[in-house]
């Protein structure tokens, strides 16, 4: 079964769309939409520069990730710019540098796919890969939910009651960064953030508590790869944007249908 | 669950009250280029209720997060209990509009709640009613008797309260002092409150600190509104019968309107018990014999 390359296509991107909605109520809730575009211009960098030393590429996009967000809060600790000012310099400065780094690398590097996403091109061990690391993120993800959402709703109280909210944000930053390299070969760099934040917020209207609205953003982002796959085969687009696109469509037929006849909840 | 740690080096220049919850000696921050606070000194024993007053910017959060061990002192030492269970209410909760959350979710924040222990907690506040509203619905007394209620389900050690009467009505306010007071006799807990309201302090507060960078003067609530300290600190605002609020507490309104008063009949107003001071509840039993009224409010 996982000879067709569509079935392949399709798991890879129902594993992203699975990891990437609950991590993106979480960017929603706390306005980071900035970041994962940032974490997402960082992972070119980091494919650039694994391709150069060649080194494992999930690794290098992970060391870059994390050197970015280490770079950021260094910067927003001691330095005297705003949040957006240094996201803008760290998003658009890795893209650059990324962007030159593969013009050295030759042509070694597909920049189209990297950009797009090339989710026809998922192997079998890609998907192997993938699945693996959706595991454990997963896995870590459940285990600092509720310190993460106290941190979220308050990290004064989270502070004050023990709840770790810095272990718990600086172990979310890193679930992103390696969400963010799971995700490339789907989406590609440009639209990943697409993929945190449109489930998200097609959620949210139908929910009434947190939990509830990451299951709901799982629902819609899975409904976007199916989407995005068959508009991609049957009108032969590329399928990164097909998937965004998909994406969209969801969010706007979730505003336009009735539901209870009320506002949002809470 | 008083001991205070026995590995640390400090003990010698902490320990020696067993009692204490928590304890700052001549504790002091340093940050960007100036002293936040410097050479506090504050305890609090389980039971004592400690209300730090001060102007803007004069470290009252800082002291708190001293305390609480949320920033390390650059001088001085800071020490708390082991393990010691905090319950934090703060000055506000701006939760994001994409953010679904209930109150019963909320009371789950950071510690597992069975459902008739968040109903009863929500209950003692007078909100049960509310589980299943929205945080984002809720009105700045309803938020902050859920703030409490959620606090008071940890059953903390060490209950700290940062400006839990504002933005709420004096009714309000009074009744959020009430609720304090009997969770204080109920728990035995160690209460500090902040305020920025250098009128109306809690009446059942045992001592007051008031800051402004260190700590100006302390002492009972009518002992530091007659220190030159405080009125040099807060001159011409504290007119000197506002400086400490008492209430008789002899009444309380309950969710529905009606009235409970504190022999425990229910009446649709108040005014049938006027002024009815022969009535204390058990929340007053530890009110001072003296009930010399400065500002009396009801």
Known sequence: ?266 | MLDLPQHSPRRSAVGREPRALARMRRAGLYANGRWLVRGIDLAIAPGEIVTLVGPNGSGKSTTVKLLLGLERPSEGQVARARDLRVGYVPQRLAIDSNLPLKVARFMRLTRALSHSDMVAALDETGVAHLTEAPMRALSGGEMQRVLIARALSLKPQLLVLDEPAQGVDMAGAIAIYDLIAAARQRLGCGVLLISHDLHLVMAQTDRVLCLNGHVCCEGTPEAVSEMPAYRTLFGGEAPSGLAVYRHQHDHRHLPDGRVLHSDGTVTQTCDTHECSHHHHDHDCAHHHADDQQAGKVR
């Open chain 1, 1 to 266: 079964m996982l000879d067709d390359f569509l079935v392949r296509a399709l798991i890879g991107g129902l594993l992203v769309a699975v990891l990437a909605a609950p991590l993106g109520c979480v960017v929603v809730w706390r306005r980071l939409a900035y970041f994962g575009d940032t974490l997402s211009h960082a992972a070119l960098l980091g494919i650039a520069v694994g391709t150069l030393l060649s080194i494992s590429l999930p690794l290098a996009i992970l060391l870059v990730c994390v050197a970015v967000a280490l770079i950021l809060f260094a910067l927003r600790k001691h330095g005297d710019l705003a949040s957006d000012a240094i996201l803008g310099l760290l998003a658009h400065g890795s893209l650059a540098l990324g962007l030159v780094a593969i013009a050295l690398a030759g042509q070694r590097i597909d920049l189209n796919g990297l950009l797009f996403g090339d989710i026809f091109a998922i192997s079998r061990s890609d998907l192997f890969i993938m699945g693996g690391g959706a595991i454990i993120i997963l896995l870590t993800l459940g285990s600092i939910w509720n310190d993460l959402l106290a941190a979220t709703v308050s990290p004064e109280i989270a502070a004050a009651e023990d709840a770790r909210p810095q272990r718990a944000e600086m172990i979310f930053l890193l679930l992103l960064a390696l969400t963010v390299a799971v995700a490339i070969k789907v989406v590609g760099v440009l639209l990943i953030t697409a993929m945190l934040i449109i489930p998200a917020i097609t959620a949210r209207r139908f929910a009434g508590g947190p939990e509830t609205m990451a299951v709901l953003a799982i629902v819609a982002g899975g409904g976007a790869i199916c989407l995005g796959l068959y508009g991609s085969f049957v009108f032969d687009t590329p399928a990164g944007p097909s998937i965004v696109v998909g994406a969209c469509a969801l969010f706007l037929l979730a505003r336009i249908i009735p539901y209870g006849g009320r506002r949002p909840n809470s």
